[in-house]
T-cell receptor
Framework: AQSVTQLGSHVSVSEGALVLLRCNYS??????LFWYVQYPNQGLQLLLK??????LVKGINGFEAEFKKSETSFHLTKPSAHMSDAAEYFC????????????FGTGTKLQVIP | GAVVSQHPSWVICKSGTSVKIECRSL??????MFWYRQFPKQSLMLMAT???????TYEQGVEKDKFLINHASLTLSTLTVTSAHPEDSSFYIC????????WGYGYTFGSGTRLTVV
């Protein structure tokens, strides 16, 4: 079965500091991996996705993530946090082909301190 | 492109009544749509997969008679919460994938519906 584990339900960073949100996956077949952001009372917005091409994936709003098969990780980073980055972030995994089910992690709430 | 509209955004209903939530893909066709439920401060739990022209596939533990899903066209799926009770209060989100798109396309999510049953 596929799953993702997000380490840390809450992460606080100072404005301008590095953002690092951790995600580890478990999948018996090559995975597709996603990061989504959710603002209060809103749906999810796709930040970036890994689809078996380049292992370093660049997304919107300055975020990027690196797929590391040896570590089964897909951590999300941003060099410099902005106040507007404060939100909930979800890592998600799906199979490369076939079944379309997407499994979400439990989420990490990012707080940006001025 | 790839916009999913979900309506209503907020709904308050009395216990025992039914509520319908609509999910529309505005600028693309979606053979498959997904319905999720999100409890406060928790992740999204997939409730069911909605397939155009056929019956929805429900996840284990989800009551199909309570959460009726209809996917009558390539751009519209509806979720009806029948005989709603306070424990059904939650945030419901739909998502859709563009028909024929490769896996790399990902999914587009609606803005969600906050259901409160009183």
């Amino acid at each position: 079965a596929q799953s993702v584990t997000q380490l840390g339900s809450h992460v606080s960073v100072s404005e301008g500091a590095l953002v690092l949100l951790r995600c580890n996956y478990s999948s018996s077949v090559p995975p597709y991996l996603f990061w989504y952001v959710q603002y209060p009372n809103q749906g999810l917005q796709l930040l970036l996705k890994y689809t078996s091409a380049a292992t370093l994936v660049k997304g919107i709003n300055g975020f990027e993530a690196e797929f590391k098969k040896s570590e089964t990780s897909f951590h999300l980073t941003k060099p410099s946090a902005h106040m507007s980055d404060a939100a909930e972030y979800f890592c998600a995994v799906s199979f490369v082909r076939g079944y379309q089910k997407v499994t979400f992690g439990t989420g990490t709430k990012l707080q940006v301190i001025p | 492109g790839a916009v999913v509209s979900q309506h209503p955004s907020w709904v308050i209903c009395k216990s025992g009544t039914s509520v319908k939530i609509e999910c529309r893909s505005l600028d693309f066709q979606a053979t498959t749509m997904f319905w999720y439920r999100q409890f406060p401060k928790q992740s999204l739990m997939l409730m069911a997969t909605s397939n155009e022209g056929s019956k929805a596939t429900y996840e284990q533990g989800v009551e199909k008679d309570k959460f009726l899903i209809n996917h009558a066209s390539l751009t519209l799926s509806t979720l009806t919460v029948t005989s709603a009770h306070p424990e059904d209060s939650s945030f419901y989100i739909c998502s859709a994938s563009r028909t024929g798109a490769g896996w790399g396309y990902g999914y587009t999510f609606g803005s969600g519906t906050r259901l409160t049953v009183v």
